[in-house]
């Protein structure tokens, strides 16, 4: 191989995958070996960690990533997705529109709980007092925002994914699957503002923190598991043959405010 051709190969080097004519791996491991032999939550979990999850691992996160999947048309993403594929464009195009209004406010939230747990469980390590670490916490991150991630819902009295969810962990704790911290914190910050519950952002929060993923991750996760849901949204509304569904039904108009 020239030095020309080698630059360029070094440029987009990765440990990803590898490709070649006749090879297909996934981090190191033949396609053909996976396939009927993995889950596709195995495989999210095998490209960005490198290695397979074991059977309880596997079922946190995908106990994680079903739990995200739909929150039907009150959700941004869902209803963003459901009006493009009214417009003539293709399932894609609405997927994508519907995964990029997803941000801080409205999908970041597992990521920006997950740091909200961490600054709470590395207070706790270095000797605070775990309830004291979760007060601290709370009201530093209180002082810059009244919104609190991870807890309370604009729906829900309590979420329904809460408990089931905060379950599992309780259980993979106990079987010493999981170390317990990012649990421990997580119902540290429930006690502190009680009675606001944690909601799905906060639970799999906790489920992220657990299984050992970054923050970043918990937002890419969410998204991924969410891309379901508005894959479902976008193609009943194909379906439908609605044209350019808008917003609002026919005969309401906005209030105008001169």
């Keep these: 191989m020239s030095t020309d051709v080698q630059a360029v190969a070094d440029w987009w080097a990765t440990s990803v995958s590898r490709i070649e004519p006749g090879v297909i791996e996934f981090r190191g491991r033949p396609v053909q070996d996976l396939l009927g032999a993995t889950t596709l939550t195995d495989a999210i979990w095998l490209m960005l960690r490198g290695d397979l999850p074991d059977a309880r691992q596997a079922e946190l996160l995908d106990a994680a990533l079903v739990a995200s999947v739909d929150h039907g048309p009150h959700a ?112 540290a910050v429930e006690a502190v503002i009680d009675p606001v519950p944690m909601n799905i952002d906060g639970s799999t929060a906790i489920i992220y923190g657990e299984l050992g993923f970054p923050p970043p991750l918990a937002r890419g996760l969410f998204v991924l598991g969410r891309s379901v849901g508005i894959l479902a949204h976008a193609w009943e509304e194909t379906q439908g043959g609605r044209r350019i569904k808008g917003p609002i039904p026919p005969g309401i108009t906005p209030t105008y405010r001169p």
């Design 76 to 187: 941004p993403s869902i209803a963003v997705a459901r009006i493009s594929a009214t417009c003539g464009i293709g399932l894609n195009n609405a997927i994508a529109n519907g995964v990029n209004v997803m941000g801080d406010v409205h999908g970041g939230a597992g990521q920006q709980c997950l740091e909200l747990y961490t600054e709470i469980r590395d207070l706790a390590a270095q000797g605070t007092d775990l309830a004291e670490a979760a007060a601290q916490t709370v009201a530093r991150w209180r002082a810059r925002s009244k919104y609190l991630p991870g807890f309370g819902h604009r729906f829900h009295p309590r979420d329904p994914r809460r408990d089931p969810l905060v379950g599992l962990v309780q259980r993979a704790v106990d079987d010493g699957v999981v170390a317990g911290d990012f649990l421990a914190a997580g119902l």
